[in-house]
């Protein structure tokens, strides 16, 4: 079955240092998200990316964050200079479009130290 | 701005009883609802949905009902078992809207199933 493959699984960073998280979305899927989970908190939007630009953005996804999707099949989130805050679990997401149904990765934990 | 609410953060039942979570919106666009369920340390995966023109949806042991009147949408799920413990999170979409398929999640309600 196909499915959402994020890397890495956890990563763990200093403060203000760069960190790039990677998805390769369902392969014939077209509309692409990150969503994230503070610990006990709710899954939260982030972007959503349709014809290679985004479509929405969330008022958490600030100057900090970009999204890219390089090659036509990898969809990174890059955080430019990581904050305590930004420590959560990071869902990317696709869909085909047609209902709305999203399928997620696995997620990927980011602890900011 | 809690769009979607699921005011239960638990919920714990006996193996082979209904279980019945329960979720509220207050955007009136939504027009699709979703529900996902999420082990630990996984990603949520999706589970059942439902779009405004229908008020129930049935998938085996899961229902959704929704009441747009209420702004209400519940779970139901008959006869419980202990794999379906979980978190379970509503989610609502306004298809109708720029099309961007974005998911506006509820909190989650954590369901235990106890043999």
């Known amino acids: 079955e196909p499915e959402v493959t994020q890397t890495p699984s956890h990563q763990v960073t200093q403060m203000g240092q760069e960190v790039i998280l990677r998805c390769v979305p369902i392969?014939?899927?077209?509309?692409f998200y990150w969503y994230r989970q503070i610990l006990g908190q709710k899954v939260e939007f982030l972007v959503s990316f349709y014809n290679n630009e985004i479509s929405e953005k969330s008022e958490i996804f600030d100057d900090q964050f970009s999204v890219e999707r390089p090659d036509g099949s990898n969809f990174t989130l890059k955080i430019r200079s990581t904050k305590l805050e930004d420590s959560a679990m990071y869902f990317c997401?696709?869909?085909?479009?047609?209902?709305?149904?999203?399928?997620f990765g696995e997620g990927s934990r980011l602890t900011v130290l | 701005d809690q769009q979607v609410k699921q005011n239960s953060p638990s919920l714990s039942v006996q193996e082979g009883r209904i279980s019945i979570l329960n979720c509220d919106y207050t955007?009136?666009?939504?027009?699709?609802f979703l529900w996902y369920k999420k082990y630990p340390a996984e990603g949520p995966t999706f589970l059942i949905s439902?779009?405004?023109?229908?008020d129930k949806n049935e998938d085996g042991r899961f229902t959704v009902f929704l009441n747009k009147s209420a702004k209400h949408l519940s779970l139901h799920i008959v006869p419980s078992q202990p794999g379906d413990s979980a978190v379970y999170f509503c989610a609502a979409s306004d298809l109708s809207g720029a099309g961007s398929y974005q998911l506006t999640f509820g909190k989650g309600t954590k369901l235990s199933v106890i043999p």
């Open positions: 955007n009136s666009m939504f027009d699709y």
């Open positions: 439902i779009s405004s023109i229908k």
């Open positions: 392969s014939n899927h077209l509309y």
């Open positions: 997401a696709s869909t085909g479009g047609g209902y709305g149904e999203l399928f």
